[in-house]
């Protein structure tokens, strides 16, 4: 996991209403609530990308996204430090519509960074 999302993690878990008591969750809260996070954070993303693209993102700051030519996972963190703050919305969207148990959080951010390297792997 990226040290700056461990960092944001411990920051914002209270605010985000993350509940850390008894009882856990059962599989199928976890399986539906990581479903529900994967789509709002697909859509998101997508919109967030459409914007980074745009004339004035792009020059501002996506390009140095885009400096790799060719994509792998080890490159899908190099970011200038203001789309690393942007893309971390998509991964809390879901969070904050739906507040998890911190099981639940933990295993969305192993699955969506999991995800990211996926999709970047070429």
Known sequence: MLPYKIFLVALISQFL??????????????????????????????????????????????????????????????????????GFLPTLGGVFLIPPHIITFWIWLTLDQLHTYEIHSG
């Open 17 to 86: 209403g993350i509940r850390m008591d008894l009882p856990l969750p059962s599989v199928g809260e976890i399986i539906a609530q990581n479903l529900a996070y994967f789509l709002i954070e697909d859509y998101i993303t997508y919109w967030l990308h459409r914007w980074y693209h745009t004339e004035w993102a792009y020059t501002t700051f996506h390009h140095v996204h885009h400096e790799y030519s060719s994509p792998e996972s080890s490159t899908s963190i190099y970011a200038h430090a203001l789309e690393v703050l942007f």
